[in-house]
């Protein structure tokens, strides 16, 4: 059974079948990551539920180096991904160091993430992995 992510405006939560979720604007079609209750180009409030695509190319990434590693061992790796459809949208990537490059194709996953302070109890993150991912070193 699918764990349920807590950011349930950005994702459907399901880590089996992971979706981002948008919003489209029906009067000129903009779309807004996260979704958006008012369009920023025509400030039209009649928005659509739309999901994204699930595989794009990295568009820029860096590594983050803190004390306070908030999903697991070791720095984290962060970037924007253009989407399939056009879209660049900010996401946490995957990668062995050796993978990690402008350009590679990659493929949204999900799988455990960190637990709020307030709770517990594991809960779910979204992320992004290169699309071949039975290479190299994962983190
Ligand atoms: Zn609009």
């Known amino acids: 059974m699918a764990e349920t992510g807590r950011d349930s405006l950005l994702w459907n939560g399901n880590t089996e079948t992971p979706a981002l979720l948008a ?17 920023g180009q025509c400030y039209s409030t009649i928005q659509e539920r739309i999901t994204l695509p699930r595989r794009g190319t990295v568009f820029a990434f860096c590594r ?29 990537l995957l990668f062995g160091d050796e993978l990690l490059q402008i350009g590679t194709p990659v493929v949204l996953s999900a799988g455990p993430g960190k637990p709020p302070p307030e709770k517990t109890e594991q809960q ?10 039975g290479e190299g070193r994962w983190r």
């Open 124 to 133: 779910s993150a979204y992320y992004f992995v290169p699309e071949n991912k």
């Open 23 to 39: 919003s489209r604007c029906r009067d000129c079609g903009t779309k807004g990551f996260p979704p958006r209750t008012v369009c």
């Open 64 to 92: 983050l180096f803190s004390r306070g590693d908030s999903y697991g061992k070791g720095p984290q790796t962060v970037g924007y991904i253009l989407l399939e459809d056009g879209m660049l949208i900010p996401a946490r």
